[in-house]
């Protein structure tokens, strides 16, 4: 091993352990207001809230006889069937008291004719809002009734039962949501181009929610310290292709994301019952193309790495400059942009607004046929994306599938499969690419992820020089991993966890690695918020079932 490589390893175990000290730090104090939560509402009859005892004395001392009724008033009825009510301070009646029967600890829930539920008054909707010491939980659904759990990356859409990893909180009419994950991990890819290295990929998201004008306003701020945790050149990844590092193409590496990563306003209207319209508007964000880019999959969330059909597919997630109209329905959504066509520069910490313009454009067509699917298809045309090439153009077209499900208290499958094609303009064919991934979560502690790609790349995507193989070569790469979560109290989720990935290359690219099944390896801790229904049971003593805390209906 170089004699410096030690010193690097322990600069790149410093950085990766401050961001992760960093992050612990932001969501450490919601951990314990979680906690808290959960013992200081004394709610009477709501699950997961201690209620309070009701004497069996009680239960069984016959109520006082009702008065006569006159002759004007309501029918009489049974006279043990109309509890007396009384409102609180709130002003809002009680939920009738149920008497306990003498041979069951249950509350028996005697019958009650038509008339006399005229005479009892019903318990609004917004009550458990009015109760003493309680914060609204309730989150600001799309128009349409759209829920929040089908907002991906940009403005794509992912399925209605997707799991949500949040903190979640109303401030007065805003709703504000945190999303992020973080790990530290140590990487090692084999064959000769092959390398080692300690960093951290991570990203966090503030995402700021209200009805405003009739519609729903969405103001977003998403950030990654990758240019300080991961650095200038990336991180190595067998066969990875795309941007630069010091005037030269990566390969072998996948490049750090920018500081900024998404800085972005999003209004949604409804113009009936069935059609409403939507303005994205992103001096940072992400054009309408390709499927939701893959830090945001809930297929991919336990892979820290990149896919290496990236650059194939959703390479534009980060984009300075976005412009996108839609109009949709409660089941499809059709939208344009326009935006930059240029890839970010290799200073991550700045805006890539100089000497460009809004020159590329895109459309896509998203189909949400039940609360488990999401399908999308897109067309992009990108006006000089690579600084290394500027006088090239690429048309790119993408399509892809996705099915998300949540089941019992903790578990969630997410699975993703993506076709996406680059044709550069001097070209006569496409060069496509094919994902398959998915991660399952169960056990309450336990996730196993996979992923298989193909891709097709050239000789300069990889960079062989000018005396290495020429043309075009089928890569393939497979994929799984594993993480344990071994701290789950609080807000915050940690786990630790592992991936292996083996590659099958060409005959022809055997020179060059050194082997036709290069192979990697990486373990980690990752860091993530708990699922958003996790953290509504605790506080609000909501029924743990999927789909509860949305406050819209389901649908198959």
Known sequence: MPPNVPSASVRAIARALTFALALASVLGPARLAAQQDTTSHDMHGMPGMKPEP?????????????????????????????????????????APAMPMTDDSAHPAMP???????????????????????????????????????????????????????????????????????????????G????????????????????NAGGGRLQLRGMVSAEPWTVGGQGYPLLLQTGETYRGRPLHDR???????????????????????????????????????????????????????????????????GVVTAGIFTHSVRLEGSIFNGREPDE??????????SLDSYSGRLAWNPSSRWSASAGYAYLRSPEPAAPDEAVHRISGSIMNGRTFGEHGELATTLVFGANRHADAAHLEPSYLLESNLEFGGAHSIFGRAEHVRKGAEDLVLGAGGPAGEFSLTSLVAGYVYEFDRAGAVRTGIGARASVDLIPAALEPVYGTRAPGGFAIYIRFRPQRMSEGHDKRMGAPKTPGAHRGHAGHE
Do not use: C
């Open 54 to 94: 009701t004497p069996r004395k009680a239960a069984r001392k016959k109520p006082a006889r009702p008065a006569k009724a006159s002759p004007a008033a309501a029918p009489s009825v049974a006279r043990d069937t109309v509890p007396r009510v009384r409102k609180d301070s709130t002003g809002h009646p009680p």
């Open 111 to 189: 019958a009650v004719p038509d008339s006399a539920r005229a005479a009892v008054p019903a318990m609004p909707d917004s009550a458990p809002a009015a109760m003493p010491g309680m914060a609204p939980m309730q989150m600001i659904d799309g128009p349409l009734g759209i829920p929040m759990e089908r907002t991906g990356s940009g403005t794509s859409w992912l399925p209605d039962d997707s799991p949500m990893h949040a903190e979640h909180v109303m401030r007065g009419p805003w709703e504000l949501m945190l999303h992020g994950v973080a790990f530290a991990m140590y990487d090692k890819q």
């Open 191 to 210: 064959s000769r181009r092959g390398d080692e290295q300690f960093s951290s990929v991570n990203w966090g998201m503030l995402m700021a929610t209200r």
């Open 254 to 320: 996948q490049h750090p994301h920018d500081l900024f990563m998404e800085i972005a306003g999003l209004y949604e209207h409804a113009v009936s019952d069935r059609v409403a319209l939507s303005l994205y508007v992103a001096p940072v964000g992400e054009p309408a193309i390709g499927p939701v880019a893959f830090p945001h999959r809930p297929s991919a969330m336990n892979d820290p790495m990149a896919p290496i059909s990236h650059h194939w597919q959703d390479a534009t997630h980060i984009t300075f």
């Open 347 to 356: 200073n991550r910490t700045n805006f890539d607004y100089r000497g460009r």
